[in-house]
């Protein structure tokens, strides 16, 4: 995360939401629902969950140098395929 409460966090990506442009991830942005009790003699809850925050305001973090870095893409020939892959912009190895 590079913006906001949880800045300088690193989590796992849970869930994505494209139309919206935001995602969820593990431990990040975490929210508080209060819980009723359903049944008579049972008690309420707190539930923590990921709540989704904007995509812009996280990075990818390199699995090489284990920094935070911007993405970047190379054609790749091999074979007479074209393949596309992602590049750490810090280190110029390929991610994945």
Same mark, same amino acid.
């Given at each position: 995360?590079? /913006? ?10 849970? %869930? ?7 995602? &969820?991830? +593990? ?5 508080i ?6 049944? %008579?003699?049972?008690?309420? %809850?707190?539930? +923590?969950? =990921? /709540?989704?925050?904007? &995509?812009?305001? /996280?990075?990818?973090? @390199? =699995?090489? @140098?284990?920094? =935070? ?9 091999? +074979? ?7 590049? @750490?912009?810090? @280190?110029?190895?390929?991610i +994945?």
């Amino acid at each position: 995360m590079i /913006s906001g409460k949880d800045k300088g966090k690193e989590g796992k990506v849970l %869930q994505v939401f494209p139309k919206e442009g935001k995602i &969820a991830a +593990e431990g990040l942005n975490i929210r508080i629902k209060h819980m009723r009790p359903r049944r %008579q003699g049972e008690k309420g %809850q707190k539930i +923590e969950f =990921p /709540s989704p925050f904007f &995509a812009a305001r /996280s990075m990818l973090v @390199c =699995p090489r @140098c284990n920094r =935070p870095t911007r993405v970047g893409y190379k054609l790749v020939v091999n +074979e007479g395929k074209k393949t596309k892959l992602r590049i @750490c912009k810090k @280190c110029k190895e390929s991610i +994945e």
